[in-house]
T-cell receptor
Framework: QKEVEQDPGPLSVPEGAIVSLNCTYS??????FMWYRQYSRKGPELLMY????GNKEDGRFTAQVDKSSKYISLFIRDSQPSDSATYLC???????????????FGKGTLLTVNP | KAGVTQTPRYLIKTRGQQVTLSCSPI?????VSWYQQTPGQGLQFLFE???????NKGNFPGRFSGRQFSNSRSEMNVSTLELGDSALYLC???????????FGPGTRLTVL
């Protein structure tokens, strides 16, 4: 079983739709949860960073973490064509040195928002 | 503040050759990590450097190596290239209060 599972999609939605992206994980040591957005031929760009269960909102984006179910989600409200990209979930934990050093990624979900 | 920069952006090599990739982190960041991204395996951790020392290493063969300089710039070297090494190589720098990683644009390596 892979440590982080993410449905690769592709996911295609009309402009204005609410998008839900999800990841599950198996390692209960994960403490930090991130969502990155990656446009074609670019590096991943950090969207959201959380370290506890619950919701975190930033503009049109909401990240949700449920540690009891080992499940994280990213919601995009009022989706725009410019949101078309691959969305990657990532997780990490503190090692013995106290550093949050290694990110374990899901495979990414390719999202297309159609005008 | 300037972001993470990587050079070169594109590289074509043949099997058996070696290659060196360069990464300049965000000013003030002392940690640099390298990742390999392929369609089949996704993003995988290669290694991390902090203050010129390799602190952590992923599950890659010894052909993959790196180093970090006193100005925090880092290089990654791959020797005896194989076709399967074709990938996007991403560098990420870490620092600041949130301890999050910020990625560069990557170097796309093609091995023929």
């Amino acid at each position: 079983q892979k440590e982080v599972e993410q449905d690769p999609g592709p996911l295609s939605v009309p402009e204005g739709a609410i998008v839900s992206l999800n990841c599950t994980y198996s390692n209960s040591a994960f403490q930090y949860f991130m969502w990155y957005r990656q446009y074609s031929r670019k590096g991943p760009e950090l969207l959201m960073y959380t370290y506890s269960s619950g919701n975190k909102e930033d503009g049109r984006f909401t990240a949700q973490v449920d540690k009891s179910s080992k499940y994280i989600s990213l919601f995009i409200r009022d989706s725009q064509p410019s949101d078309s990209a691959t969305y990657l979930c990532a997780m990490s934990y503190q090692n013995s040195g106290g550093s949050n050093y290694k990110l374990t990624f899901g495979k990414g979900t390719l999202l297309t928002v159609n005008p | 503040k300037a972001g993470v920069t990587q050079t070169p952006r594109y590289l074509i090599k043949t099997r058996g050759q070696q290659v060196t990739l360069s990464c300049s982190p965000i000013s003030g960041h002392r940690s640099v990590s390298w990742y390999q991204q392929t369609p089949g395996q996704g993003l995988q951790f290669l290694f991390e450097y902090f203050s010129e020392t390799q602190r952590n290493k992923g599950n890659f063969p010894g052909r993959f190596s790196g180093r970090q300089f006193s100005n925090s710039r880092s290089e990654m070297n791959v020797s005896t290239l194989e076709l399967g090494d074709s990938a996007l190589y991403l560098c990420a720098s870490r620092g600041g209060s949130t301890d999050t990683q910020y990625f560069g644009p990557g170097t796309r390596l093609t091995v023929l």
